[in-house]
């Protein structure tokens, strides 16, 4: 069974960075492309990022692009999401998720992921 453990949220001023993480355990790591999605207070969860398998490939929200980078170690079986120039409406608990596919690029669509994290907080003030 897939465990995915996100970490690296916490509470931080605009204009400030964070960096994620999401270990992965139980699968395959290296034939799966990740993505990390959000979900901010009344709001639906939202595509963030997605990273392809051999990390080639990537795909950002127009709300992140240019400040938010996706990662990932492919020996390490984790995925990173650096966010720069963090903005208050960057406020919302972070999941990675795995793709249901091997090999194949996901997108924007959760159902194309079929492994999530617990989540993690991250909070950005004025």
């Known amino acids: 069974q897939v465990q995915l453990v996100e970490s690296g949220g916490g509470l931080v001023q605009a204009g400030t960075s964070l960096r994620l993480s999401c270990a992965v355990s139980?699968?395959?790591?290296?034939?799966?492309?990740m993505g990390w999605f959000r979900r901010a207070p009344g709001k639906e969860r939202e595509f963030v990022s997605v990273?392809?398998?051999?990390?080639?490939?990537?795909l950002y929200a127009d709300s992140v692009k240019g400040r938010f980078t996706i990662s990932r170690d492919n020996v390490r079986n984790t995925v990173y999401l650096q966010m720069n120039s963090l903005k208050p409406e960057d406020t919302a608990v972070y999941y990675c998720a795995i793709a249901r596919t091997p090999f194949r690029l996901p997108g924007r669509e959760p159902e194309s992921y079929d492994g999530w994290g617990q989540g993690t907080q991250v909070t950005v003030s004025t």
């Open positions: 990273i392809s398998y051999s990390g080639g490939s990537t």
């Open positions: 139980g699968r395959t790591f290296s034939v799966y492309a």
